[in-house]
């Protein structure tokens, strides 16, 4: 799985995207530091059942502490967007096309308004950021409405003349977007659109090339930067309208690498931390800060908190454990709930030992619940389930 961080330039992304993966990447704070994309690996957190079993676990793809599963997630810092990106305004469509395997996005806003649209410094405040919440969206279903319009006759043609289904057709024009063909009967569906091109015109792609892009791409908003007064200011205005998550990735930052140099003792996601180490007087101000006017008002940073939130309630993933022994919650080596897999809810058994081994879906017979109690090849997965997958 690929989340993209994205937004305006200087608005913060590489920020969160360093407090999230520890990675040593460029922050300014000027326009388009970052133009390459950088990839790192975070993580989403979630309660692990090894409490609820009674066990001590030995993770394999993901870790344990002290009973959070951490499971890695792949992210993507792109350069900043502006206003008309889709028309290649800025650094334009280059980085829109960094963002085309992307699963889901975080679009991080500056709630602090000190800078405007083209990203250039305003005095603090004086910039709305309320205009930053939806240019995202547009900019994003005009660059897949673009797409369609390029190709638009090579898919009237391929369905009038060579007789291809629609849906299968738009799949393809869309597969490098990472879209399936679910997606877009989904969408067609929503939209109770013909299955004759023909029968489209202008206002049907673009009802389309929203609505695809709002299935098959997830989106939340962080707003970043409530460590600053306007920033405060700005979240508790506009959370009445918005759905927006406050968060402050310089906060996040400070703490993961406190953290990592033993001074303090900090899980991410946490509302507080202890004091280790020996702190000079500027370390201690900076973390009295980060408590007074972050953690003590926001409950966390935020940053954890955008991710899972993207993931799990967005993206609706669940977490399965597979096991070789469902009586010691083991693999064959005796590692206790070893791989934790992120899936799709509505996920089936069946499905599920296709993603965990081939061979194991080929011999499928059935499966057992942690409860040692059958369950069927169309048994629906669920947050938190370990399975052991019964094959010949
Ligand atoms: N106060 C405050 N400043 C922040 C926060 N996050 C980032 N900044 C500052 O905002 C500026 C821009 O940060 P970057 O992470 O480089 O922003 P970006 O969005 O990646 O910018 P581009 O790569 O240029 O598009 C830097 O000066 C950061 O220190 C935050 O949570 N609070
Ligand atoms: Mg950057």
Redo the contacts with the bound molecule.
Sequence with gaps: MLIGIV?K????????FKALTLMDV?????????IKPNQGVGHVTRQCPCKKLGVKCNPRNSQCVSGIRLMPIKLL?V??LVPGAHEGKGLGNRFLDDLRQADAFIQ?VDM?GSTNEN?EHVESGSYDPENEIEFLKHEMDEWFSGILKRNWDKIKKQVQHVGKNLEEELARQLSGLNISEDSVKQAIKNLDLSKDPVKWDETDLKLFSIEIRALSKRMIIAG??V??KT?EENYKRLEQEHDIMP?????ELALKEAAKHDLIEYFPGDGGFKVRGELSDKQKKALEFIQKNVLEKFGSTGVQHCINSLVFDEMGMIVVYPVASISRHSDKQGNVLPDAFLVAQGTRLKEFAEKVHSTMAEHFIGGLNAERKKIGADYELKDGDVVEILFK
């Design positions: 937004g330039t200087n608005v913060g992304k590489s920020t969160f460029e922050i300014g704070d000027r326009i388009f530091v970052t810092d350069a900043g991080v602090s990203g970043n930067k460590d600053m920033g968060c402050s990735a310089e906060s």
